[in-house]
């Protein structure tokens, strides 16, 4: 247990890292636009698998974060990374961010997918 708490904190970490990295000017614009995605997801209020389903809850937080965040940091120049972590780690206790733009857009990904699938079912056969 003590594994999985250290690694949520590393995790918490880079997305803060992240964080610092998209805003620095050495950061090309796709790695800005995907970084600010991946972070908008980390720090929604509201998941694309929302917590309560067994399992599938937490596996989107498992899985998708670490994989968005692993493709960013490709992305990113390493020396930015590096300065993004350091300035990271002065970070000490913030309060954790809300971002209502993202709960927005996961709101509307779940629409979409309620009305796609309304659209499917009530097709004429």
């Known amino acids: 247990m003590a594994k999985l708490r250290d690694w949520a904190r590393a995790l918490k970490g880079e997305i803060l890292a992240l964080w610092f990295a998209i805003r620095d000017p050495r950061t090309p614009w796709p790695a800005r636009l995907l970084g600010a995605l991946v972070i908008g997801y980390a720090i929604s209020p509201i998941d694309l698998i929302p917590d309560f389903i067994p399992v599938l809850g937490y596996l989107d937080d498992v899985i998708l974060l670490p994989l968005g965040l692993a493709l960013v940091r490709r992305l990113i120049p390493a020396e930015v ?45």
């Open 81 to 125: 990374m590096a300065d993004a972590r350091a300035r990271a780690q002065q970070q000490t206790s913030a309060p954790r961010p809300r971002s209502v733009a993202a709960a927005v857009c996961v709101i509307l990904v779940w629409i979409a997918f309620a009305a796609a699938m309304l659209s499917l079912a009530l097709r004429p056969r």
